[in-house]
């Protein structure tokens, strides 16, 4: 199992990031994939979820409304759009499957 995740970096309060996973390593298809965050001194903890096919999402509280979450089966690929940014996204993005393996992570700094 891979994961990449890319499309992280600085961004104004109330600005946008597409956030990019590119899987391999499984059958891509078959999974549910979420992304997760973790901001300094904080727990890792879920920010939103898709099922296998793409026809079912979920959201944390803190970021329903402002970020969309989606797939590309064909691409072997999860996104993550993110709209109105706020400083408390401040975080390491990841996305997984439920696999032990974890990327590297994609930094998001929301900040004026």
């Known amino acids: 199992v891979q994961l990449v995740e890319s499309g992280g970096g600085l961004v104004q309060p109330g600005g946008s990031l597409r956030l990019s996973c590119a899987a391999s390593?499984?059958?891509?298809?078959?999974?549910?994939m979420s992304w997760y965050r973790q901001a300094p001194g904080k727990e890792r903890e879920w920010v939103a979820g898709i099922t296998s096919a793409g026809g079912r999402t979920n959201y944390a509280d803190s970021v329903k409304g402002r970020f969309t979450i989606s797939r590309d089966n064909a691409k072997n690929t999860v996104y993550l759009q993110m709209n109105s940014l706020k400083p408390e996204d401040t975080a390491v993005y990841y996305c997984?499957?439920?696999?032990?393996?974890w990327g590297q992570g994609t930094q998001v700094t929301v900040s004026s």
């Open positions: 390593g499984f059958t891509f298809s078959s999974y549910g």
């Open positions: 997984n499957g439920g696999f032990q393996a």
